[in-house]
């Protein structure tokens, strides 16, 4: 495993966390750790491997457009909590 030097201190000050000096140790330990992992994937062979970049098939599911009639004004405000003539009445969001 090879040292990859980590400044702990200047991680935690970026994403704004105070550390103790237990846990700054702690989270050497374990990145050294996590940087062990990274430098054997490194070492893999994948040259027969294809890049890609979904490793599950992407397929959209469709269903057949069905023409039907739509619903008649007068059923379609039935149940909206107020209305101004033929139109749903919202309140105002823009002064």
Do not use: W
């Amino acid at each position: 495993m090879t040292d990859v030097p980590i400044d702990i201190a200047h991680v935690a000050k970026l994403a704004r966390i105070a550390l103790t000096h237990d846990e700054s140790a702690a989270f050497t330990a374990q990145f050294a750790k996590l940087f062990g992992y990274i430098e054997e994937l490194q070492a893999l062979d994948v040259t027969h491997v294809s890049a890609t970049a979904q490793v599950i098939p992407i397929m959209n599911v469709m269903r057949d457009d069905i023409i039907r009639d739509c619903l008649d004004r007068a059923a379609a405000l039935a149940n909206a909590p107020d209305t101004s003539g033929p139109y749903f009445k919202v309140p105002r969001i823009l002064e």
